[in-house]
């Protein structure tokens, strides 16, 4: 599961860090419990890809990870994705994930409003599950934007779904 940290450094000229290896092993526990339990399979993966590529390979099958860092393309999962334009994510994904998982590179309410946004549109009409981290002084925030409350408190950081 960590050899995704061993093998892709963080970029800070993209605002890249990762997460530490004990929320990844968290997260991912936690969205393959879900995979598992019930009938969430497909899963979009925002700014994630320590998460997504952690994952189980068996549990990838319908994830896909968005990401602006083209390093992943050659994964069968990637989807370029600039937070800045939403018209980037293909129409014919809209409204097709039971979950996505966000860890923006920044946590402003103005990114986090375009995250919202992406969100929004790659979840089911009926709506899904969000999975994402922040600080808590976002709490509110999240709350009004996606209906998320925080669930865990793990290293500084609230899970939210």
Not at 62 to 68: A, G, T
Request: with cysteine; net charge negative; charged share 25%.
């Amino acid at each position: 599961k960590m050899e995704f940290l061993n093998g892709n450094e963080e970029d800070a000229n993209l605002n890249q860090y990762w997460y530490s290896t004990f929320t990844i092993q968290k997260i991912v526990e936690d969205i393959q419990n879900q995979i598992q339990s019930t009938a969430c399979g497909r899963i979009g993966f925002l700014s994630t890809p320590s998460i997504y590529f952690s994952l189980d390979p068996v549990y990838r099958n319908e994830c896909f990870v968005f990401d602006f860092d083209r390093k992943w393309e050659s994964d069968r999962g990637f989807i370029w994705y600039d937070f800045n334009d939403t018209q980037c994510l293909p129409a014919s994904i809209h409204g097709t994930f039971d979950m996505v998982v966000i860890d923006p590179p920044f946590i402003t309410k103005e990114v986090w409003e375009k995250y919202a946004a992406a969100a929004k549109l790659l979840l089911k009409p009926d709506g899904g599950k969000v999975i994402l981290t922040t600080i808590q002084e976002n709490s509110e925030l999240l709350f009004d934007l996606l209906g998320a409350t925080p669930t865990v408190k793990k290293e500084d950081c609230y899970f939210l779904m």
